[in-house]
């Protein structure tokens, strides 16, 4: 099978989840933000047939989501729960879910203008490599419900 080159952007969206789920375990903000950019911090595995080269690496694109979820982490966590069933609640849900609708979210406030095909193919194709797949309709439905109602708020 060939290996394909990761777009700067993709792995910035990789990298957030990965930084967001760290953060969810206590660690600091602007710790993890300096890791990840200004030390270029890789120690990660990608689970795909992906080559990637860390100069691509778009440090701008992952801070203003990676910041973005806490500048609005009230208004992000208040769109998930009012989306899940009744009987659910956002802190039950695994935290690599919550780490990756909270990036997902924080990416279409952000970029609003980035068609949702694309960040659900991205945010679909990130849920595989950290082996939840399995949410992927769950993933689908939430953020496709979020966007519609960000959509009626713009």
């Not at 953060?23 to 047939?49: L, P």
């Not at 899940?84 to 970029?111: C, G, H, N």
Request: charged share 25%; hydrophobic share 40%; aromatic share 14%.
């Amino acid at each position: 099978m060939n290996k394909g080159k990761i777009h700067s952007k993709s792995l910035s969206r990789y990298l957030a989840v990965q930084a967001i789920f760290n953060q969810s375990f206590g660690f600091d903000q602007k710790q993890i933000e300096k890791e990840f950019v200004t030390q270029n911090d890789f120690k990660f595995h990608i689970d795909s047939d992906f080559d990637f080269d860390k100069k691509t690496f778009d440090k701008v694109f992952f801070k203003k989501i990676f910041n973005n979820v806490f500048e609005k982490e009230d208004f992000i966590c208040n769109l998930i729960s009012n989306h899940l069933q009744k009987d659910w609640t956002f802190k039950r849900l695994p935290k690599v879910l919550q780490a990756l609708l909270r990036v997902a979210i924080s990416e279409m406030i952000s970029y609003p203008q980035t068609s949702m095909g694309i960040i659900i193919t991205e945010y679909l194709m990130l849920a595989e490599s950290f082996s939840i797949e399995k949410e992927n309709n769950f993933i689908n439905a939430i953020l496709d419900k979020i966007h519609q109602k960000l959509e009626i708020h713009e």
